[in-house]
Nanobody
Framework: QVPLVESGGGLVQAGGSLSVSCAASGRTASIYSLGWFRQAPGKEREFVSAVTWSGVKSGTTYYAEVVKGRFTISSDNAKNTMSLQMNSLKPEDTAVYYC?????????????????????WGQGTQVTVSS
């Protein structure tokens, strides 16, 4: 098992910035990718970003088009943490943000965006952007 705990989030005005973090524990050696997904009320969970955690592609990042250029994902393998820096936030970014871990290494954004490829999920943290 790989427990994941998100932190950060909160309330911010449109145009502002916020950061969310994810701490992994347990059998982290089995993890090859980490990702962020979000789910707004009444909507399906959607991909935000992912990063390759280990292996030859370590550090490779993937972003959904709607956040590209505004969000930056990073990871710290020594601390078993991952962060998502969110800038230029919009009201439509309001959602519960979930950290996820995968035993797969992705070769494309399309692959990184598939929920069923992720084996472990955090409980989520709320991000609210007011207009």
């Amino acid at each position: 098992q790989v427990p994941l705990v998100e932190s950060g989030g909160g309330l911010v005005q449109a145009g502002g910035s916020l950061s969310v973090s994810c701490a992994a524990s347990g059998r982290t050696a089995s993890i090859y990718s980490l990702g962020w997904f979000r789910q707004a009320p009444g909507k399906e969970r959607e991909f935000v970003s992912a990063v390759t955690w280990s292996g030859v592609k370590s550090g490779t990042t993937y972003y959904a088009e709607v956040v590209k250029g505004r969000f930056t994902i990073s990871s710290d393998n020594a601390k078993n943490t991952m962060s998502l820096q969110m800038n230029s936030l919009k009201p439509e970014d309001t959602a519960v943000y979930y950290c996820a871990a995968s035993k797969w290494t992705f070769s494309s954004t399309t692959a990184a965006a598939i929920l069923t490829y992720y084996d472990y999920w955090g409980q989520g943290t709320q991000v609210t952007v007011s207009s």
